[in-house]
């Protein structure tokens, strides 16, 4: 415990064999910035950062070779909690400079790449793709630099998020945002 910075490394060159073996690692009550930094490689197992695990700051090394990807969707996970890749209920949370990307297929089932429900999370310079619901942001988020890929409205949630210099492509004709927010809060 107190250690400020977690190396993950698919290879066992690290700290840790998995992101969720570092996030799990993180005390669930944490206010001590902590960077978890993942290796170059493709890590196929879900992850979750709870509530409480709170001022990750979670850095690829390399942005197209540091990879979060698998399948998971609403026929394995039932419901908008269980079905992303990556998903994280803290607050203060950096993701940058990689790629999540759920590996569900077209027409599949709902599957989200990344699910953020934080206050004051960073998005940055990272890839995010899925055929349906990309990402599902709740919480206030600002996201900037990053490609965004999907099927029909698949940038969705609650949260007030601010967008700077992202690329966002549809991959059939369709809305790329539902913003599910109530007159008096802002999308």
């Known amino acids: ?43 196929d197992t879900v992850a979750y950062l709870g509530p409480g695990r709170n001022r990750i700051r979670l850095i690829g090394e390399d942005r197209k070779q540091t990879i979060l990807a698998g399948r998971n969707n609403d026929r394995m996970n039932l419901g908008r909690m269980g ?18 990307r759920n590996n569900t297929p077209y027409r599949g089932s709902q599957a989200e790449a990344l699910r953020l429900e934080g206050q004051r999370c960073i ?3 990272c890839d995010f793709y899925s055929f349906q619901d990309t990402l599902l942001l709740n919480g206030r988020v600002f996201v900037t630099g990053c490609y965004i890929e999907g099927d029909v409205d698949f940038i ?23 913003a599910r927010n109530p007159p008096d809060q802002f999308g």
């Open 156 to 178: 969705w949630g609650h949260g007030t998020t601010f967008f700077e210099d992202c690329e966002l492509k549809a991959m059939h004709d369709g809305y790329y945002v539902t």
């Open 123 to 125: 998005i940055r310079n």
């Open 83 to 100: 079905r992303p890749f990556v998903s994280v209920d803290a607050d203060d949370v950096t993701i940058e400079n990689l790629t999540i």
């Open 1 to 43: 415990k107190g250690r400020t910075r977690l190396i993950v490394a698919p290879d066992s060159r690290g700290d840790f064999c998995t992101l969720q073996g570092a996030v799990d690692y993180v005390p669930e009550d944490n206010y001590t910035p902590l960077e978890i930094f993942l290796r170059k490689g493709v890590y």
